[in-house]
């Protein structure tokens, strides 16, 4: 039977044993209490550390638990946006800053799993974007063209160099990004933590944020069993907000992404599938997302909530998709289910913001939350520790529902669950 839906499926069950945590107890003193242990606040725990800062970490969960631990896996470079649109939709100086950070951050990632000696499965080895139909193969050609232009180490491969490189006919050609690869995400976040506390971060887990003050010049933040004054908040919480962060929540649409896995495929069989181990996904409006991991076992993913009917037609649908891919996988069955929250702006690019005097945040990350996460929480840490806005690389926004939020949220939840039924079908 598949690992309930609501858990992290596969990946808490291949990640190694998070570091020991416990819940906040009495009243502390921090310079800088991060709320939120997933990629943005355990790598700012870990910079600001380093730096000599008296950091606190308060989870309501657990290490990983929102939607770092939920994650694909993909450590991609930028954004789902267009190179060429992000100084039009940022401005020229900010836009131009971000390219450069997020071009560089897998880079960054691999560098702090070696640096710390991180057991998370990281593959430095590109990711492959597949093209579906003349459509998308414009869409890749031209961002190709983009990432080029900026020197990056991008190739546009053919039908048949993609079919070579996936092992299946069916795109029309692919994009690969060398900066790119792949990781066990929560085995990642897991990492991350426990390089946070050895370098000195006290992280509390089942320590859910129920009250938030300002008191002078500090802030007081209240759990069930205790409280920290801290001259900074850093808030890391993003599409998993709650409690007095709920305006965070708020601000984004939430997209479900789903994930369904298999047992460990024979060697007969893997020698076919993605030979070079990158991760991939389609330009497809409702995507597809599929990978293996270091045991071997093949990772689908798409559009979705397993969840009422959802836990039925998606399943349904992936196995049917993934026989569709790899017409060997016949019958293989899924031994693991799973799905998160994926945090959406209305531009598709990140948001910056000031919660209140030395409280901040970047939330928004649109299903990219490796990666820009990982940057995001060391500039945080850099902003903290220098008070300066010098180094951000997004401009302040203020803080706004989206348009009909609910009715995008439910749009995009019936919408994937019609599109996989109707295809299943086919």
Known sequence: MPVAAQSHGLWGQSAPPPPATLPLSGAVR????????????????????????????????????????????????????????????????????????????????????????????????????????????????????????????????????????????????????????????????????????AAGAVIHSASPVQGCERDGSVWRLMTPTGTVTADWVIVATNAFSSGPFQMIRQALVRLPYFQCATDPLPETLLRDIIPGRQGAWDTKEVLSSFRLDAAGRFIFGSVGALRAGGQQIHPDWARRAMEKLYPALRGQRFSHEWYGWIGMTDDATPRFFELGPQMIAFTGYNGRGIAPGTVFGRVLAQHVTRRSNDLLPLPVSQLASPDWRPFKELGYEAGAAAVHLVEARV
């Open 30 to 197: 921090a310079d800088v209490a991060v709320v939120g242990a997933g990629f943005t606040g355990l790598s700012a725990a870990l910079h600001l550390a380093e730096a000599g800062s008296k950091v606190v970490v308060l989870d309501a969960e657990e290490i990983g638990f929102g939607g770092s631990g939920r994650n694909v896996g993909l450590v991609n470079a930028g954004l789902w946006v267009m190179p060429s649109e992000i100084p039009k939709v940022l401005g020229a100086e900010y836009g131009e800053r971000l390219l450069a950070l997020l071009g560089d951050a897998p880079q960054e990632v691999y560098d702090l799993v070696s640096k710390h000696g991180m057991d998370c499965e990281a593959m430095h080895v590109g990711t492959l974007h597949c093209a579906v139909g003349e459509a998308g193969l414009r869409e890749l050609e031209r961002r190709c063209a983009e990432w080029q232009a900026r020197g990056a180490p991008v190739d546009l491969l053919d039908a048949a160099g993609a079919a070579r490189a996936l092992g299946t006919n069916a795109y029309t050609g692919a994009l690969l990004d060398k900066r790119a690869g792949t990781i066990q995400p929560l085995a990642y976040a897991r990492g991350l933590g426990r390089a946070a506390a």
